[in-house]
């Protein structure tokens, strides 16, 4: 019996040319399987800052995810086919 389920192959970055090469392998599967692909990139802060260090965490996290956002068009950008 055929499973008619859509199954998702899930493909974590840090844009490094080791996880490129992993990304390249998993849209090959997807096309052959005809599963849906998910890029995740996990944008990790830290949480034990001083007070004074504390001001500026905003300011770091939204140019943390906005730069990992704009990795993350750019490398779907370069691998869309």
Not at 15 to 39: C, G, P, Q, W
Not at 42 to 52: C, S
Request: aromatic fraction near 4%.
């Amino acid at each position: 019996m055929k499973n008619n389920k859509t199954k998702i192959i899930l493909v974590p970055t840090d844009f490094s040319e080791t996880a490129n090469k992993a990304l390249a392998k998993a849209i090959d599967l997807s096309k052959r399987t005809n599963d849906k692909l998910v890029l995740v990139h996990v944008v990790e802060t830290n949480m034990f800052l001083a007070p004074v260090e504390m001001m500026a965490v905003g300011y770091i996290n939204e140019v943390m995810v906005r730069d990992s956002k704009e990795s993350l068009r750019e490398t779907v950008r370069r691998n869309k086919g």
